[in-house]
């Protein structure tokens, strides 16, 4: 009789004890996930050979929130076009800037280069020719895939708001061998 009081005691005490655990994982867990990083898998083939098709990525959702996006930031944002959908590309173009694409050549034009740079893309592989002209409203950024011939981006359907950033590739997770944090990380210099 005692020994079943005794397994009856540790049973609740056990279930106590899990449900405990399981509110504090809840309380660390669901405020990390809806505002400071969010899983992403890539999905195509518009940032080769940065991103391959399937790979898995985290997303810093809080850099954003503190500071503004910087020019070669990779992105995941919402799809101006259709919201539900999320793309993921690297910023090319700042607020308030020109963008001149003549052939697979960028020059931005802006308020601390009003002559013009090009922007150097060695990180580049797949080029696409174009020939279009830009220009970026206040809260405007211009996007382009890695992929050029691949990519379906600022070219054809305009600028990103940046409310609709969600935020900055922070860690690749797979596939494993490819591992790293600050994946596709590129600094231009101006």
């Not at 020019?71 to 001149?100: A, C, H, M, S, T």
């Not at 009003?114 to 150097?120: I, N, R, W």
């Amino acid at each position: 009789m005692e020994g079943e009081k005794l397994k009856e005691k540790f049973d609740k005490q056990s279930f106590w004890e899990l449900a405990r655990f399981a509110l504090i994982a809840i309380a660390v867990v669901v405020p990390i996930r809806i505002f400071i990083a969010q899983p992403f898998i890539v999905s195509g083939s518009s940032m080769v050979p940065t991103f391959d098709d399937g790979q898995y990525l985290i997303i810093d959702e809080i850099s954003y929130r503190l500071n503004d996006p910087q020019r070669d930031d990779v992105v995941v944002f919402r799809y101006p076009n259709d919201q539900k959908k999320f793309f993921i590309k690297r910023i090319i173009g700042l607020p308030n800037e020109k963008i001149d694409i003549k052939g697979s050549v960028i020059t931005i034009t802006n308020a601390g280069h009003p002559s013009g740079f090009t922007l150097d893309q060695s990180y580049i592989k797949n080029t696409a020719n174009n020939n279009t002209h830009f220009e970026l409203k206040n809260d405007e950024y211009f996007v382009m895939g890695d992929n050029r011939p691949a990519s379906s981006d600022s070219r054809y359907w305009g600028a990103v708001p940046k409310k609709l950033l969600i935020g900055k590739v922070f860690l690749r997770l797979l596939p494993i061998n490819k591992m790293g944090i600050l994946p596709g990380d590129y600094k231009q210099v101006e």
